[in-house]
């Protein structure tokens, strides 16, 4: 089975702190993904990559950063975290680009006071 | 880029009614077609996926969907729900990345 392990459950952040998420997937899929799931909203793409040190802008990049390094790992940076970056954010990757599916992490509730 | 449309945000149904939610997507080409669900403090699974062939898919649990092209659409559906689908559930589209809709939750009343 794919995994797709994401660090944390629940984090608590002040606002003005940058903010690591960190994602490892164990099936050597080229694409990872991060959203943000917000209720009404649905999921929003902020970031994707296809290839190691490779990124593309989602829909609502503004405010974060990624940076993918090895394969396997996507991480999801905000730079100065804001209380209006509460949210669950959840990662996920997929084998290629199309005729595959997206396998996802159990999500991180962050939370910036 | 793609938009995807579910057209219920909150469905409350009894025990063994029948379920249809409506999917639609805005774009005319060759896609990818998938629903997910959520359920209460789980990750999205993968009910069910289109790539190509038979327009008639069918999923884990009982779920299953029909792909018509001219509508642009992936309803998913099930014809006897039971308490435990209660639940958040997502149409989502393929086209280069996942564009995925609002969702819908379900509540199913025993």
């Known amino acids: 089975d794919v995994k797709v392990t994401q660090s944390s459950r629940y984090l608590v952040k002040r606002t003005g702190e940058k903010v690591f998420l960190e994602c490892v997937q164990d099936?050597?899929?080229?694409?990872m993904f991060w959203y943000r799931q917000d209720p009404g909203l649905g999921l929003r793409l902020i970031y994707f990559?296809?290839?190691?040190?490779?990124?593309e802008k989602g829909d609502i990049p503004e405010g974060y950063s990624v940076s993918r390094e090895k394969k396997e790992r996507f991480s999801l940076i905000l730079e100065s975290a804001s209380t209006n970056q509460t949210s669950m954010y959840l990662c996920?990757?997929?084998?290629?680009?199309?005729?595959?599916?997206?396998?996802f992490g159990q999500g991180t509730r962050l939370t910036v006071v | 880029a793609q938009s995807v449309s579910q057209h219920n945000h909150h469905v409350i149904l009894s025990e063994a009614a029948s379920l249809e939610l409506g999917c639609n997507y805005s774009?005319?080409?060759?896609?990818?077609l998938f629903w997910y669900v959520q359920y209460p403090g789980q990750h999205l699974q993968l009910l069910l996926k289109?790539?190509?062939?038979?327009?008639l898919v069918k999923g884990i649990k009982g779920f299953e969907a029909e792909f018509i092209k001219s509508k642009f659409s992936f309803n998913l559906r099930k014809p006897s729900v039971q308490w435990s689908d209660t639940a958040e559930y997502f149409c989502?589209?393929?086209?280069?990345?996942?564009?995925f809709g609002t969702g819908t939750s379900l509540t199913v009343i025993p």
């Open positions: 990559s296809y290839d190691v040190k490779m990124k």
């Open positions: 989502a589209v393929n086209w280069i990345q996942f564009y």
């Open positions: 774009y005319g080409g060759t896609v990818n």
């Open positions: 289109y790539f190509s062939g038979d327009p």
């Open positions: 099936m050597d899929h080229e694409n």
């Open positions: 996920a990757s997929s084998f290629r680009t199309v005729d595959t599916e997206a396998f």
